[in-house]
C-alpha cells in the first residue's frame, strides 16, 4: 500500500498547494492520501488561526481526488507537531504502507534542521517539488546532499504558480480580494469566520455572538437579535458590504438592551469621550453606546465599522457608512416587526438603501415627536446629511 501524506500550517490553504498535491499525487498513484494540518509547527511561529478552521478550510483537498482525507491528528497532539511522530501514527495505522512525504522547495532546503531528521528519512520517501529553475537550483545540491544520507527522493521540476500564505494573509488584512488565489472552499470559510481580519479577533465570528446573544439576552429579543443579523447579513451581500461583519454587528447590537439603566448609565460616564457623552443623550439610545463599549473593551473588536454600526444603530448619523445604514435598517424591518409602515420600508429596502433610510428617517422623528418623546440631535442630523446627499445626486 502506497500512502501519501501531505502536511503544513495550510494558513491558509491556497492554488499553490492544490497544484502541489495533484501533481504528487500524479507521480505517486497512492492508494491513500492523508492532508493534515500541523498543531504547532517546531519551526515556525504557532498559527493565529484556529485549528479547527485550518482544518475547515482544507476540506479543498477533498476536491482534489477521491482518495483524500483530512486527519485532525496533529491539531489534538499536545505540544510541537514533529513529523517524525506523525508518520510513526500512519506507519501503526497502516502496517506495512509505504509511506510518502510531499514537500515544497522551503521544506527541503530545511529538511535538516527537522526533529531526528535522519530516522524520518529512513522511514518516509521524499516527493520534492520545484516550482521554477531557480528553486531547482537551490534544491539539487541539498537532494544530492540527503540521498548521500540514503534517502528516497522523488523530484519533480513542475512549473506552477508561486504564492505564499503569508503574503496573502497580509494582502487579507489589508482589505485585498484574494479570492483568485484559494480555491472556493476556502474563501466560503474566510466569509464566515473573522479569519485575517484586522480589529476582529479570531475567536469572534457570527456564531460566537449569536451564541452570546443567547446567553445574555431574553427570548423575545434574541429572537430580534437574530431576525436582524440576518436580514443585515441579506442586506450586505445586495448592496456590497461585508456580510460578516453585518452579521456580527447584528448579533452584538443590543447585547446590552437588558442591562440595568444605572449599570449602563455608569459604562457612558466612564467611556464619555468614545462615546461621544452618550449619557448625556435621550435614555433609549444609551443601549447602543453601551453595546460598542462592551464590544470594545470585553471582546476586544477593534474595527471601527463594526463598532460604529453597533453604536448609530438607533440613532443613526451623518456621515453614514454603508454598514451603518444597514444595520439600523435590519433593525427597523426585523422579521418580527409589525407596525404599520414597515412594509413600505421594506419595499423601499429592496429598492434603494438610501432612499429607505431617509424614509425610516422620517417616520423615526414623526413618531418621537408625536409621542413627546426626546430626539436625538444625532437622527436630526442624519436625516439632514441624507437629504443633502440625495439633492447632491440629482
Known amino acids: 500500500m502506497k500512502l501519501l501524506l501531505f502536511g503544513g500550517t495550510f494558513d491558509p490553504p491556497h492554488n499553490g498547494h492544490v497544484a502541489l498535491l495533484r501533481h504528487a499525487i500524479e507521480a505517486v498513484q497512492p492508494d491513500k492520501i492523508i492532508v493534515m494540518p500541523a498543531g504547532t509547527p517546531p519551526h515556525k511561529a504557532a498559527s493565529q488561526t484556529p485549528g479547527e478552521w485550518r482544518y475547515e478550510m482544507c476540506r479543498c483537498f477533498l ?7 483530512l486527519s485532525r491528528f496533529e491539531l489534538q497532539r499536545q505540544g510541537k507537531s514533529y513529523t517524525l511522530l506523525t508518520v510513526e501514527h500512519l506507519a501503526k495505522k497502516y502496517p506495512g504502507a509505504k509511506i510518502y512525504l510531499a514537500i515544497g522547495s522551503d521544506m527541503l532546503l530545511t529538511f535538516t534542521e527537522w526533529h531526528d531528521y535522519r530516522t524520518l528519512l529512513s522511514k518516509v520517501i521524499l516527493v520534492a517539488q520545484s516550482r521554477d529553475a531557480e528553486e531547482t537550483a537551490q534544491m539539487l545540491p541539498a537532494i544530492e546532499a540527503l540521498r548521500k544520507e540514503n534517502a528516497e527522493i522523488l523530484f519533480m521540476d513542475v512549473q506552477v504558480l508561486k504564492l505564499s500564505s503569508t503574503a496573502l494573509r497580509q494582502a487579507a488584512e489589508e482589505g485585498e480580494d484574494i479570492s483568485a488565489f484559494i ?68 448579533y452584538l447590537h443590543d447585547i446590552c438592551k437588558e442591562m440595568p439603566k444605572a449599570q449602563m448609565l455608569q459604562m457612558l460616564h466612564e467611556n464619555a469621550i468614545i462615546t461621544d457623552n452618550a449619557d448625556q443623550k435621550p435614555v433609549g439610545v444609551w443601549h447602543a453606546a453601551a453595546a460598542m463599549i462592551y464590544s470594545k473593551d470585553t471582546l476586544h473588536i477593534e474595527d471601527e465599522e463594526i463598532l460604529n454600526a453597533i453604536r448609530y444603530h438607533t440613532s443613526a448619523r451623518a456621515g453614514m457608512t454603508k454598514l451603518d445604514k444597514i444595520i439600523y435598517m435590519a433593525d427597523m424591518c426585523s422579521a418580527e416587526r409589525d407596525y404599520k409602515e414597515v412594509g413600505e420600508l421594506r419595499a423601499l429596502l429592496q429598492q434603494n438603501l438610501d432612499t429607505a433610510i431617509t424614509r425610516a428617517l422620517e417616520l423615526s422623528l414623526q413618531w418621537l415627536t408625536e409621542e413627546k418623546r426626546d430626539i436625538d440631535t444625532d437622527s436630526i442630523a442624519a436625516l439632514d446629511w441624507m437629504k443633502q446627499q440625495a439633492e447632491g445626486t440629482h
Not at 470559510?189 to 456564531?207: E, F, N, Q, S, T
Not at 436582524?228 to 441579506?234: F, I, K, N, P, S
Open 183 to 250: 480555491p472556493p472552499e476556502v474563501t466560503e470559510v474566510l466569509h464566515r469566520h473573522p479569519i485575517y481580519r484586522k480589529g476582529i479577533p479570531a475567536m469572534i465570528d457570527a456564531d460566537y455572538c449569536r451564541s452570546l446573544a443567547q446567553k445574555t439576552l431574553s427570548e423575545r429579543r434574541y429572537t430580534h437579535t437574530c431576525n436582524v443579523a440576518q436580514l443585515a447579513a441579506a442586506l450586505a451581500k445586495q448592496y456590497g458590504a461585508d456580510p460578516q461583519k453585518a452579521e456580527i454587528a447584528g
Open 63 to 69: 476536491s482534489v481526488d477521491p482518495r483524500v482525507q
